[in-house]
T-cell receptor
Framework: DGGITQSPKYLFRKEGQNVTLSCEQNLNHDAMYWYRQDPGQGLRLIYYSQIVNDFQKGDIAEGYSVSREKKESFPLTVTSAQKNPTAFYLC???????????FGEGSRLTVL | DQQVKQNSPSLSVQEGRISILNCDYTNSMFDYFLWYKKYPAEGPTFLISISSIKDKNEDGRFTVFLNKSAKHLSLHIVPSQPGDSAVYFCAASAINAGGTSYGKLTFGQGTILTVHP
């Protein structure tokens, strides 16, 4: 089945620890994105990547890092520098940059 | 700076009636607009889109209207069904205009739609 797989679905971490969220796609889409959802704030763009080995900061990139070593994979690391990491994180892909987005099921990160 | 705004956090309608969800934007570079539907603990799914060269796009029960001069778009759902109850996000992008908005979808805050049987 073609799709976007995010893991883990739920993650609990202690304050000060880095965590990495996985996003894998088999849609053969070039562009991949990470969004964050907070109540009452909609979806905000963290990072996006148009092509392998290239990525750009979104609107709220501080405290996050990404890599794009393979077309299929775009992992997001939430570092200890991120002040409010507890949120619902969504990975998305599109055939080309600025195209229609397809979303994964999301990962809920809770920092204790 | 909220470039895409959905000023109604929630909307409640009766089954069979029309649901109208509104969205305003401020960035005149936006030329492509989309609506996404989201259920709790799931990723959003694409519903309908409209390019700035059109003022209306229809797909079954869903119609999106675009008023470029007012920088306003709306989603009409007719007739509304209980299964339509979800959060609806409006999103905008600049495809042809380029600039700093190119390649990025900017989302509104979302409107929670509840359709009562």
């Amino acid at each position: 089945d073609g799709g976007i797989t995010q893991s883990p679905k739920y993650l609990f971490r202690k304050e000060g620890q880095n965590v990495t969220l996985s996003c894998e796609q088999n849609l053969n889409h070039d562009a991949m994105y990470w969004y964050r959802q907070d109540p009452g704030q909609g979806l905000r763009l963290i990072y996006y990547s148009q092509i392998v080995n290239d990525f750009q900061k979104g609107d709220i990139a501080e405290g996050y890092s990404v890599s794009r070593e393979k077309k299929e994979s775009f992992p997001l690391t939430v570092t200890s520098a991120q002040k409010n990491p507890t949120a619902f994180y969504l990975c998305a892909t599109s055939r080309v940059l600025a195209g229609e987005l397809f979303f994964g099921e999301g990962s809920r990160l809770t920092v204790l | 700076d909220q470039q895409v705004k959905q000023n109604s956090p929630s909307l409640s309608v009766q089954e069979g009636r029309i649901s109208i969800l509104n969205c305003d934007y401020t960035n005149s570079m936006f030329d492509y607009f989309l609506w996404y539907k989201k259920y709790p603990a799931e990723g959003p799914t694409f519903l309908i889109s409209i390019s700035s060269i059109k003022d209306k796009n229809e797909d079954g029960r869903f119609t999106v209207f675009l008023n470029k001069s007012a920088k306003h778009l709306s989603l009409h759902i007719v007739p509304s069904q209980p299964g339509d109850s979800a959060v609806y996000f409006c999103a905008a992008s600049a495809i042809n205009a380029g600039g700093t908005s190119y390649g990025k979808l900017t989302f509104g805050q979302g409107t929670i739609l509840t359709v009562h049987p």
